[in-house]
């Protein structure tokens, strides 16, 4: 479990894909918290999550040692944490045009490919009258646009080069779930980077915490 902290409490779902990356830049600077798991399928807690962030998405990042300040959103977050939890990952450089670069990365990976995902994973699961297949076509189209970029750019050990940074925090996620509706094929470049991720012990503990719950994700591979 993660470390107690009075000041820091993270609303989250073990499945959600935007909290594995929040997830992993905490448990990567052993940065403690509180985790609050929210079971949205139970009424009165997603009513009170909704009461906390009306949008009612995850996560949300609530540090009661500032105020009650509630940071929204999982690049926020990050963020957040880097300027007022900093560790020994530096995952937003200090350095302005390196800074810019991690966020682009960390904005390509969560529109280009998990967005379309989530988009592809709405559709499969929509009644048969009601699916948008050009839709789901394109959410393809582009996931797989995006591994040929990444596939000839990927060349050093993590998405930034030498230093695991926020962009990798994104591409846990939006890799691991978007191979599973749309493969690699001949990206063996991506595959790699997503098994040396794997190996990240920050990573391989979100992974195992999520296990008791893939059986919900609705496309089996």
């Known amino acids: 479990m993660p470390g107690a902290n009075k000041g820091l ?4 779902h073990p499945l959600s ?13 052993d940065t403690p918290f509180e985790a609050v798991l929210v079971n949205l399928q139970d009424e009165k807690e997603r009513a009170d999550f909704r009461a906390l962030w009306p949008v009612g ?27 007022h939890y900093p560790g020994k990952s530096d995952l937003v450089s200090k350095d302005a045009d390196t800074a810019r670069q991690i966020r682009m990365r960390d904005r390509f ?5 998990q967005m379309q995902m989530q988009k ?3 559709d499969h699961m929509r009644p048969a009258d009601q699916k948008d297949a050009m839709g789901a076509e394109q959410a393809k ?21 030498d230093s695991f940074t926020m962009a990798d925090c994104a591409a846990v996620p939006a890799l691991e779930y978007a191979r599973r509706v749309v493969p690699f094929g001949e990206c063996k470049n991506l ?11 920050s990573v391989a503990r979100v992974l195992k915490e999520a296990e008791p719950y893939r059986h919900m994700f609705p496309i089996k591979e």
């Open 120 to 122: 592809i994973v709405n």
């Open 9 to 12: 409490k993270l609303y989250y």
């Open 57 to 83: 998405k995850f996560p949300v990042l609530v540090d009661d040692a500032r105020g009650g300040w509630m940071v929204p959103e999982s690049s926020i977050i990050i963020e957040y944490l880097a300027q």
């Open 109 to 113: 990976f969560d529109l280009y490919i």
């Open 141 to 161: 189209t582009l996931i797989r646009t995006a591994y040929g970029m990444l596939d000839g750019e990927i060349k050093s050990q993590w998405s930034m080069g």
């Open 17 to 29: 894909s935007f909290c594995w990356k929040a997830l992993i830049a905490l448990y990567e600077n």
């Open 191 to 201: 595959a790699a980077y997503l098994e040396r991720l794997k190996t990240r012990p």
